[in-house]
């Protein structure tokens, strides 16, 4: 279908008529602050504790207006018999904000977390030589620097707070007092206590063991009175393996069974070879 003649003039007028009776407002510039977005790229902003003078940043950026200088430390040993070891510190860390095009590459190279995104955007000059900004302004405007966005529930905690915890965490036990020690008499009575043995319930050992049986409680192996004594051998009841006087032992012979190899009174001796 073709459109109707005139109808995107109608449309247009509509909406001049509508904001025609609307008062207008007008934000009062310094005097009301503009609200923006937590991504806005200000100015940028520098952590100088993380800045290892690794010089990406000013090699990455495509207008070479960032200016580092430093220089060399020695750290001693930090073990007896260790190596030295050297280290840089940052003398001079300045961004040309004229020669700056917020391209924010600096920001994306820093391998340490050095530089950030500051929206804070009120730093005009009346002179364009006072807009290469040093270390100290760098570093005001990283305290407003908004924080980052909240992780998802599930994600793992970044690992420089880990380490920082585990940094606080350290400090704090080194530096807490010592368990206080028990006094002498708590040591005494602890040491008069008479352990427990393990796997002994608390109710087995507060109770106090006789030292000697009772008449109630004889020794093992004895009988008491209502028990009799267990009955010993007797002539007429022989201990296993004893002969009886009706009964010849198996080691002593009798007549009637000579030892082998033996010969009876009925029998000769078997005949032995003399020598001829």
């Not at 032992?249 to 078997?270: E, L, S």
Request: proline letters at 15%; a negative charge; aromatic letters at 6%.
């Amino acid at each position: 279908m073709a459109p109707i003649p005139g109808s995107g003039l109608a449309k247009g007028l509509a909406v001049t008529l509508r904001t025609m009776t609307k008062k207008s407002v007008t934000a009062q510039y310094p005097d009301a602050q503009p609200d923006l977005p937590p991504r806005t790229r200000g100015v940028i902003g520098l952590f100088e504790e993380n800045c290892t003078v690794c010089m990406l940043c000013a090699r990455e950026c495509p207008d070479w207006c960032i200016y580092i200088d430093s220089h060399k430390e020695t750290v001693p040993a930090a073990t007896p018999g260790g190596r030295e070891r050297s280290r840089n510190v940052l003398d001079r860390f300045a961004i040309d904000f004229s020669l700056c095009m917020y391209c924010g590459i600096c920001i994306e190279v820093c391998p340490f977390d050095a530089l950030f995104w500051s929206p804070e955007f009120e730093y005009a000059e009346t002179d364009i030589r006072d807009l290469t900004h040093e270390r100290d302004k760098l570093r005001e405007w990283m305290w407003t620097v908004p924080a980052p966005p909240a992780l998802d529930p599930g994600a793992e905690e970044p690992k420089e707070l880990a380490t920082a915890r585990k940094t606080a965490d350290k400090l704090a036990a080194q530096q807490a007092p010592p368990a206080a020690e028990p006094h002498a008499d708590e040591q005494a009575r602890a040491a008069e206590q008479p352990t427990r043995p393990q796997g002994a319930s608390k109710q087995q050992t507060d109770q106090p063991k006789p030292d000697h049986p009772t008449p109630d409680q004889p020794k093992p192996g004895q009988a008491t009175p209502d028990q009799p004594k267990p009955r010993q051998a007797t002539p007429d009841h022989p201990k296993p393996g004893q002969a009886t006087p009706d009964q010849p032992t198996r080691d002593q012979p009798t007549p009637d069974h000579p030892k082998p190899g033996q010969a009876t009174p009925d029998q000769p001796t078997p005949r032995q070879e003399g020598r001829e």
